[in-house]
C-alpha cells in the first residue's frame, strides 16, 4: 500500500487525533503518552477558538481515528465538519478536572484508550 492510503494492511502506523476543549490538559495528556506507541502516530487539538491548536480540516484528513473526551467534542466536529469525510469520532468520557500529566488522568486516559485502540487496530481498513 501506498503511502497515501489510510488502510491498516501497510506498515503505517494508526494515525489518532485526541480531541479536548482547550488542548491545554487532556488531549496533550494523550498525546504525550502515545508518542512514542510504534503503533502509532498522534496529534491533539481543541474544539475551541481559544485551544492552543484547535482541530481543522487537515487533521481530520490526515486522522485514521478520533478519540474525543466528552460528547460535546464529537457533536462539535460533526457540526462543523460534518461536509468531510471524516474518520470514526468516538468518545473516551474523561472530565476536564485533572492537569496536564497528572497520574491520575494518565491512568484514566489509558483505560479508556486501550481498548479503542484494540478494536481499531484489529478492525483493519478504517479508510480508503
Given amino acids: ?3 497515501d492510503q489510510k ?3 501497510s506498515a503505517r502506523p ?3 487525533l485526541f480531541v ?3 488542548n491545554q490538559w487532556r488531549s496533550p495528556t494523550a498525546e504525550a503518552i502515545y508518542r512514542g506507541d510504534p503503533r502509532l502516530e498522534v496529534r491533539s487539538a481543541g474544539t475551541r477558538s481559544g485551544a492552543r491548536r484547535r482541530v481543522g480540516p487537515s487533521d481530520l484528513a490526515w486522522a485514521d481515528a478520533v478519540l474525543v473526551m466528552e460528547a460535546d467534542h464529537k457533536n462539535w466536529i ?3 465538519f460534518g461536509d468531510l469525510d471524516l474518520p470514526p469520532v468516538r468518545i ?3 472530565s476536564n478536572n485533572l492537569g496536564f500529566m497528572d497520574d491520575d488522568l494518565k491512568r484514566e486516559l489509558r483505560e479508556a484508550i ?3 485502540l484494540d478494536e481499531l487496530l484489529r478492525a ?3 479508510r480508503p
Fill in 1 to 3: 500500500m501506498g503511502e
Fill in 7 to 9: 488502510g491498516r494492511g
Fill in 124 to 126: 483493519g481498513p478504517l
Fill in 92 to 94: 473516551l468520557r474523561i
Fill in 14 to 16: 494508526l494515525r489518532v
Fill in 114 to 116: 486501550e481498548p479503542e
Fill in 20 to 22: 479536548c476543549t482547550l
Fill in 78 to 80: 460533526h457540526e462543523k
